[in-house]
C-alpha cells in the first residue's frame, strides 16, 4: 500500500520557520520525483517546490525562492520543506506528490499538513 504522510506543519508567526516532513512507503522511493503542493481556501492547489528522483535539480515557485529549501534523504526514504521567513501567505495545507521519474501517471498523494502564519 503506497502511503506519503506528511508532518512538522502548526501555528507559527510572521517571519518564523517550520519543516515539514513526508515520509513514503509502499513504492520505490528512488524511482519518483517528490514535490510539495499548497492550497490555500477558495485557491487551487499550487506546486510549491520539486526535487528529482535523484535529489537534484530543485525548483520552486517563484513566491517561495530564497524562503523555501526542498530535500530528500533516500535512506529514510523522506522529503522535507523547510520554509523560512515564513509569511501569512503561505497560510495553507501543503501536500506531499511523488512521481514516478518516467511513468508520469504514476502519482501519489499524502493527506496534507496544516500551516498557519499569523501576522
Known amino acids: 500500500q503506497v502511503q506519503l504522510v506528511e508532518s512538522g506543519g502548526g501555528l507559527v508567526q510572521s517571519g518564523g520557520s517550520l519543516r515539514l516532513s513526508c515520509a513514503a512507503s509502499?513504492?520505490?522511493?528512488?524511482?519518483?520525483?517528490m514535490s510539495w503542493y499548497r492550497q490555500a481556501p477558495g485557491k487551487e492547489r499550487e506546486l510549491v517546490a520539486s526535487?528529482?528522483?535523484?535529489?537534484?535539480?530543485?525548483n520552486y515557485a517563484d513566491s517561495v525562492k530564497g524562503r523555501f529549501t526542498i530535500s530528500t534523504d533516500s535512506a529514510k526514504k523522506t522529503v522535507y520543506l523547510q520554509m523560512n521567513s515564513l509569511k501569512p501567505e503561505d497560510t495553507a495545507v501543503y501536500f506531499c506528490?511523488?512521481?514516478?521519474?518516467?511513468?508520469?501517471?504514476?502519482?501519489?498523494w499524502g493527506q496534507g499538513t496544516q500551516v498557519t502564519v499569523s501576522s
Open positions: 509502499g513504492f520505490t522511493f528512488s524511482m519518483h520525483d
Open positions: 526535487i528529482t528522483s535523484g535529489g537534484g535539480s530543485p
Open positions: 506528490n511523488a512521481r514516478h521519474f518516467l511513468v508520469r501517471n504514476l502519482n501519489y
